[in-house]
């Protein structure tokens, strides 16, 4: 799980991306949030907080291939006032461009060596996360 916290917000919209509207929606959802918060930005008094969970990431980016509009999202959100959730079963799945932009992460048990090895260049210890108690999780 991954996550921004940015200021609050009278005004906000909140998304959510999923397996059901992922194949005819979401490339156009990344692009109009995009497009029409840099349009936005231009009158930061009308600036909308926009949070965008993405739901099973695996099915929006892979470790090596990331929709444009997806990763400038990642990358410049922030400037426009778009946070984003994204929830992945293994960080192997993510796009290293957007995980790293993360301001905080969460894992939960990881048990496959290539997560694992990903999670030591982050100072968690194999062993530890590999006997995680189910539920518990570290913050990173």
């Known amino acids: 799980i991954l996550g921004c916290s940015k200021p609050a917000s009278s005004q906000k919209v909140f998304i959510l991306l999923n397996e059901f509207n992922y194949k005819v929606e979401a490339p156009q959802c990344f692009k109009l949030i995009y497009l029409y918060q ?14 965008v969970l993405i739901e099973e990431s695996w099915k929006f980016m892979t470790a090596h291939k990331i929709d444009p509009y997806f990763q400038a999202i990642a990358m410049m959100g922030r400037h426009y006032g778009i946070n984003s959730i994204v929830v ?16 905080f992460r969460y894992t939960f048990q990881q048990n496959d060596p290539h997560d694992l090895k990903l999670m030591k ?20």
């Open 38 to 51: 840099e349009q936005i930005n231009k009158n930061p008094k009308k600036l909308i907080y926009c949070t």
């Open 88 to 103: 992945s079963q293994r960080i192997s799945n993510l796009n290293r461009n957007y995980y790293s932009q993360a301001n």
């Open 121 to 140: 260049e982050y100072g968690i210890e194999p062993t530890k996360l590999a006997n995680l108690p189910i539920g518990e999780f570290i913050k990173f």
